[in-house]
């Protein structure tokens, strides 16, 4: 099963057991879809999912024939349209996702739930935006901003639209303040949608506003978040140094909540300080959280990575991250079902050691790390096949080098900081294969 469904089945806490609908091979679409819309209760899909996720033809025989029930009246149940709806978007089917949770959305109307109403729209925005549809995701999030009305009283009206009629219903929430849970997530995926897409004023524009409107600390932060990701690094990192003011003071929080969160956006806040190359105050921000939190392995790692990065303090540098990996390996030690003959130490954390002994001119050392680096499969980013290469050319492996930046280059994310990298090793590349 991939790992968008298996996510958003945790997320619904669905318990998956083999009873109750048939098993994926067993029976024709038709006969499993009939079963499956006579499920109800709080774990309705059973093993539906898990036993046809992996058999992908089975998979689109069932989708393009649950398509055929949309324009039915009561040819799916909720149930089943939330199934096939997540079927769908882990087959990376995200249009008929779409039109099955559009059927959701029919069906919360006639129920009068606004809260399943809300759920299904978030959960499809959700849907969109972690598979870079970002356009889509804007679509659907304006979409439900859009099914409310001001009445001063917070509730959520919804103009719900009919499959059968073509016509839209209206109703509103007689139960509890879904408004007040549901504009600020949607307000929140629009405005990151909109920055994702390179619309980073309209983003800006759209949070003022709400600042304005609300002043709430957490729109602020949102900000902080949008001037990152539009590259306006020093803007941002007066941004989070208000919100973290603002967090240690908010009444709203109790003790725990407001250490948690001044961590976290300390910690954000020390990425911007990099980016913005402003090391020292990097620096100074995570040598404070590792006084606050001693036994966490990540700000070891961060601190050493970027001090080697930049050609500072080599010594404490690789002292940090060989703390990092004993902490984590510790750590790891400790979990109930720790597999001791499958372990391995952290590839990211291999990849800082390998860059840090790389910037001692330990280049064997440096391989050896890079390459037990890359054997980690959630690791196999471009960045750390970028140091494997770098290494590589250094000891004269060219060939190997080349092979190490091709391969980079298959794993490279859609941020800022991915591209950037794509094009410097795009450039190295180039540079190499003509030297040749």
Not at 35 to 49: A, D, F, K, V, W
Not at 87 to 107: G, H, I, N, P, T
Not at 137 to 153: C, F, H, P, V
Not at 178 to 198: H, I, M, N, S, Y
Request: glycine share 6%; net charge neutral; hydrophobic share 40%.
């Amino acid at each position: 099963m991939g790992r968008m469904l298996l996510g958003m089945a945790a997320g619904l806490a669905i318990t998956f057991v083999a009873a109750g609908v048939a098993r994926a091979g067993d029976a024709t679409p038709q006969k499993e879809l009939k079963e499956l819309n006579r499920i109800t209760g709080s774990q309705p899909l059973t093993g539906y999912l898990v036993t046809i996720a992996d058999d992908k033809e089975k998979a689109k025989e069932v989708i393009r024939y649950g398509l055929t029930l949309t324009k039915e009246k009561d040819g799916l149940s909720y149930n089943a349209a939330l199934a096939l709806a997540f079927l769908a978007a882990d087959q990376k089917d995200l249009k008929a996702s779409e039109a099955f949770f559009r059927v959701c959305m029919d069906k919360a109307a006639k129920l009068q739930s606004v809260n399943k109403m809300a759920q299904s729209y978030i959960r499809l925005i959700q849907i969109y935006y972690d598979s870079k549809q970002y356009a889509d995701a804007s679509r659907i999030a304006r979409e439900l901003i859009a099914l409310k009305t001001d009445d001063g009283k917070d509730r959520l009206v919804l103009r719900a639209y009919t499959t059968e009629t073509g016509e839209y219903d209206t109703f509103e929430d007689k139960g509890f303040d879904t408004a007040k849970r549901v504009r600020p997530l949607a307000q929140e995926l629009l405005v990151k949608a909109l920055a994702k897409q390179g619309r980073h004023d309209q983003a800006l524009k759209m949070l003022d506003s709400l600042i304005k409107d609300d002043n709430n600390w957490r729109d602020e932060h949102l900000k902080g978040w949008v001037l990152r990701e539009a590259g306006q690094f020093e803007k941002a990192a007066l941004v989070y140094e208000s919100v973290i003011k603002r967090v240690s003071k908010d009444p709203d929080l109790d003790d725990a909540e407001r250490k948690e969160l001044a961590e976290d956006l300390s910690y954000e806040l020390s990425n911007v300080f990099v980016e913005s190359k402003k090391i020292d105050a990097a620096e100074q921000q995570l040598q404070q959280l590792i006084k606050q939190n001693p036994n966490k392995a990540g700000y070891y790692n961060d601190l050493g990575y970027i001090l080697a990065d930049h050609d500072m303090k080599l010594e404490e540098a690789e002292k940090l991250v060989r703390k990092a990996l004993d902490l984590d390996r510790e750590q790891r030690q400790k979990r109930p079902k720790f597999d001791a003959k499958n372990d391995r130490d952290n590839g990211a954390y291999l990849d800082s050691l390998g860059w840090v002994l790389f910037k001692k001119k330990d280049y064997e050392g440096a391989k050896k790390y890079l390459q037990m680096a890359v054997e980690d499969k959630a690791a196999q980013h471009i960045e750390i096949y970028d140091h494997l290469a770098d290494v590589l050319l250094v000891l004269g492996e060219r060939d190997a080098a080349i092979q190490a930046w091709q391969t980079g280059l298959e794993h490279v994310g859609e941020g800022r900081r991915d591209q950037e990298r794509k094009a410097a090793v795009e450039k190295k590349l180039e540079k190499v294969k003509q030297s040749k």
